[in-house]
């Protein structure tokens, strides 16, 4: 089939898909052929009498890009030439910078570096305005777009242009792509070995964990750390999702799950109402203490999910400052026998209380989005990045330590451990979470 052709089938594909959406009596009245006949009056007009000569799909992919672009930042399309590299990477064959990217205010905002990854390691804060890539000027484009110039092979350069929240002049970063740290479970503070210790106050016997996203073993090293937690018989535990961006939707499920024996924990809502719900069960509950979850504007997705459900079941007391705000489900949507291909969004996340999670135009001058903690501590930006150079200090230090895990310090070098950063900052969001464990009521165990 000749590419031009194989473009406007793909366009009409899309068109067909979207005009399933139109109500009835709106598709009694037109015909997707004259609704879009203007899109290809135009393209007949910029073909025939435009300065200089088109290929063949440039109008096309660019008119389908731009449909995925009003509908929201977090879709898109790939083309049959973008496709292959697009199912590559989501084998692992290409890797990116390891930053969670939303929107916020109409602008490209990092919600939060995933912790040990190479933005993290360059500096990328949460909250950074993202300005440029490799001196492309971002203005228009979507967080789908973003995403696909920050990915690349192992080893390769990518040059940000960021504004540091709090700081007028933008900044140049330029990122080493590698691959991204899996561990994704920490404690408060390492021993001299690297361990992480789960009780932030041993006297008192308060647990803390701190999950940075969900991946693949999230949920397997937090129960070990639940595990070691529990042979120490804590009287609460503190459960740090700050600068969490989110990640895989069933780790956020099976984490609520260990804190709850039964109920309703999260749905799935699309434009036609059909819902799926996800539940907890009896078995797995391994948690029965006072529960404190630590939250930001850099808490997303599925960090929102953790939060919101345990809030709106009343599991936890939450502590700090609203989420980010997002909240939808995206679906890989292949077109023309697996040519092409649109990522659309298809459904809300929508917690127990019935409250959407996801920040739209409809409802960001409300307060019917994210996730509000039940006793709000502000920080300012100063103490926020001091707070992620904290961590990142003490994840560096250790850097290529499983959590579980200890690392020898150098033969004959004692200094060199001892020198080391062994624990995170005590923040005023984590002071005030640790005063509320601290006064919480014994559970029975």
């Avoid at 199912?87 to 905002?109: K, W, Y």
Wanted: aromatic share 6%; net charge neutral.
């Amino acid at each position: 089939m000749h590419r031009h052709t194989l473009t406007w089938v793909v366009m009409f594909g899309l068109i067909a898909l979207m005009f399933l959406q139109i109500p009835p009596m709106a598709a009694r009245q037109d015909s997707v052929f004259n609704t879009y006949s203007a899109l290809v009056e135009v393209d007949a007009l910029a073909r025939q009498q435009y300065v200089d000569a088109l290929g063949d799909d440039l109008l096309v992919e660019g008119a389908i890009r731009g449909m995925m672009r009003q509908l929201d930042p977090y879709s898109g399309y790939i083309s049959p030439a973008e496709l292959p590299a697009f199912e590559r990477r989501s084998h692992g064959e290409f890797v990116g910078v390891g930053a969670e990217i939303g929107m916020r205010g109409g602008q490209l905002t990092v919600i939060a570096p995933v912790e040990g990854s190479p933005a993290a390691h360059g500096g990328v804060l949460a909250g950074d305005r993202l300005l440029a890539i490799e001196g492309q000027d971002l203005e228009d484009r979507s967080v789908f777009d973003v995403e696909e110039m920050l990915v690349g092979r192992p080893g390769t350069s990518v040059r940000l242009t960021i504004q540091h929240v709090g700081q007028d002049e933008p900044c140049e970063i330029t990122i080493l792509r590698g691959p991204v740290s899996l561990r994704s479970v920490h404690g408060f503070r390492r021993d001299a070995a690297g361990r992480w210790d789960y009780l932030i106050d041993p006297q008192a016997r308060i647990g803390y964990i701190r999950v940075s996203n969900f991946r693949d073993n999230t949920l397997r090293d937090f129960d070990l750390a639940l595990r070691e937690l529990n042979a120490r018989e804590p009287r609460a535990l503190i459960l740090d999702l700050r600068f969490n961006p989110g990640g895989l939707m069933h780790q956020a499920v099976a984490m609520v799950d260990r804190f709850l024996d039964g109920g309703l924990i999260v749905s799935t809502v699309t434009r036609r109402k059909a819902i799926d719900a996800f539940n907890a069960t009896p078995q797995g509950t391994d948690m029965k203490v006072p529960l404190f979850v630590l939250i930001n504007g850099s808490s997303a997705s599925s960090a929102e999910i953790v939060a919101g459900a345990l809030q709106a079941r009343g599991r936890a007391v939450l502590v700090g400052e609203r989420s980010f705000g997002k909240g939808s489900v995206q679906h890989l949507i292949h077109l023309l026998g697996q040519k092409a291909a649109i990522k659309l969004t298809v459904a809300y996340y929508r917690l127990p209380n019935g409250r959407i999670i996801h920040r739209t135009e409809q409802n960001a001058r409300t307060d019917a989005w994210g996730v509000r903690p039940d006793v709000e501590v502000r920080l300012d930006p100063d103490a926020v990045r001091k707070i992620q150079e904290s961590r990142q200090a003490v994840d560096l230090a250790f850097a290529g330590a499983p959590s579980s895990q200890a690392v020898p310090p150098p033969p004959g070098d004692s200094s060199a451990v001892s020198a080391t950063p062994r624990e995170v900052i005590l923040d005023r969001q984590l002071m005030k979470a640790l005063s509320l464990a601290r006064g919480a009521p014994q559970a029975d165990r």
